[in-house]
């Protein structure tokens, strides 16, 4: 359920409504627009409350949200949400772009492809630390010291950094050294982690499970707004279909009807979308062409030898430079900005 009131009453009314809402022990979560405040109401409430808020002074009316996710709604949060991190803006008409390899392998490697990252024009260093694999027997990452290798890798060359974290254990350390915090794909339901990541500030990108419908996606994303964390983006990363020719099925649809559902930002990873170097670049271009706030891209600069075995689908640092110049010349025409020059010399608050 939500309250809905003009943006004319004043915040002393507004904590007085919601102090109302937290007596009957319920959640109350504010969202200021552009030219309404929502006040989205979380847990099980009597009939009669409803009645009683609509004859609260302020209040212009209260509306039941059918839908399971509430805070990820955009009838609670009908503007879009614009997740702000040293300076960079991530959502709204602001094009970010994420890149960097699959894993963390030494520290040599990881601030090269820092330095390549910065100059082409990107704005994340993305890069796995602790890297949850199919088999048993494959690379997991080298761990805490690979945080410490990016962070200061991301430090030196003024690029924010996104790294995964697979354990609610894990979750404390891992915001200590990363500035986003990346649920991957076969997480996307761990409930422990979501609630976990729920309880810090850190910008969590939310990854699609292969198998998980849009609902199921919003209602993870529920856990972490729910835990008190507003800054939460969704990633479209591919889903398993019957198509074997690609590693996943890379679903632009959910560009548009996510963003028609939610107020919160959406990512497209093409990269495991394809699975597939030569199709890594299109899709990247069909994903900005369908309105994707963001994209997180696999960039090594020897895919071919790449400890995870993740090198075929890896851009080279040449080709990763020409795909954000095409970006710049793409992003205006469907309403967004970005300028690679700028990004490049950009220095993080």
């Known amino acids: 359920m939500i309250a809905i009131t003009s943006n004319n009453v004043s915040e002393e009314r507004i904590q007085e409504i919601v102090h ?30 409803a009645e009683q808020l609509r004859q609260m002074k302020g209040i212009e009316d209260v509306v039941r949200i059918s839908k399971s996710y509430k805070l990820a709604s955009r009838d609670f949060h009908p503007d879009d949400t614009i997740i702000e991190v040293k300076g960079i803006k991530i959502g709204g008409d602001e094009l970010i772009v994420m890149g960097g390899p699959c894993a963390v392998e030494n520290k040599e490697q990881i601030d090269e492809i820092a330095r390549l990252v910065k100059a082409a024009g990107g704005q ?7 890297k949850p694999r199919t088999g048993p027997y494959s690379f997991q990452g080298i761990g805490v010291e690979g945080l410490e290798m990016m962070a ?26 990363a500035d986003i915090l990346q649920i991957g794909t076969r997480n996307m339901q761990n409930f422990d982690l979501l609630r976990k990541v729920g ?27 729910a835990g008190g964390n507003p800054n939460v983006m969704l ?8 198509e074997t020719y690609t590693r996943n099925t890379l679903d632009l649809t959910a560009v548009p009807v996510l963003q ?31 309105g994707a706030h963001g994209l997180i891209i696999e960039m090594h600069t020897d895919p071919d030898n ?32 970005f300028d690679t020059k700028k990004n490049a010399s950009f220095v993080l608050s």
Do not use: W
């Open 152 to 177: 200061e890798a991301g430090r030196k060359h003024g690029l924010l950094t996104i790294t995964e974290v697979m354990t609610p254990e894990y979750v404390d350390i891992v915001a200590e050294y």
């Open 20 to 49: 109302h809402i937290e007596q009957y022990g319920l959640q109350a979560h504010v969202s200021r627009g552009t030219d309404r405040t929502v006040i989205g109401i979380i847990g099980q409430f009597e009939p009669a409350l």
């Open 199 to 225: 309880t810090t500030q850190k910008p969590v990108l939310l990854k699609r499970g292969f198998s998980a419908t849009y609902d199921e996606l919003l209602n993870a994303a529920e856990y972490i707004l």
């Open 235 to 242: 990633c479209e990363r591919g889903i398993r279909t019957f």
């Open 260 to 290: 028609q559902l939610s107020h919160l930002p959406v990512i497209v990873d093409p990269s495991h979308g394809t699975g597939r170097r030569e199709l890594v670049e299109t899709m990247s271009k069909a994903s900005v062409a369908a």
């Open 306 to 337: 790449s400890m995870t075995g993740d090198g075929v689908q890896s851009l080279f640092p040449d080709q990763f430079a020409r795909l954000l110049q095409d970006f710049e010349k793409l992003a205006p025409i469907v309403g967004k900005k």
């Open 124 to 130: 994340v260093l993305r890069g796995g630390a602790f």
